[in-house]
């Protein structure tokens, strides 16, 4: 999830969501990890965030999100699903990163 709204602090299903309003998605990804019934946190994920903001590819509610000029400061969240994760909602947030779009 990314947004260039700002960021916040946020409860969200059991953990904090760091993007403000309005948040936009990106692709479903997998994260490659080792298949059940083994639990061991083997899998990751990674987006080049440049290819996917130039592919269009968005998969928002409001599909023809504006493009993200260069020097606009973005900030991003992965938010997952885990189904050996000890939560009610079997959901993970990671911490959040900011950075500043390129050229």
């Known amino acids: 999830m990314y947004s260039t709204s700002g960021a916040q602090s946020l409860p969200f299903q059991g953990g904090v969501l760091c993007l403000a309003s309005p948040i936009r998605r ?4 997998d994260s490659g990890g ?22 269009w590819l968005h998969v928002d509610a409001v599909w023809s999100p504006p493009l993200i000029a260069p020097g ?3 900030w991003a969240q992965w938010w997952g699903r885990d189904p050996g994760y000890p939560s009610a909602f079997a959901s993970v947030l990671t911490d959040a990163v900011e950075f500043v779009m390129e050229p």
């Open 26 to 29: 990106g692709p479903v990804l």
């Open 34 to 55: 080792s298949a059940a019934p083994a639990n061991d946190c083997t899998g990751s994920w990674s987006i080049d965030f440049n290819a996917f903001h130039a592919s």
């Open 72 to 74: 606009t400061t973005v």
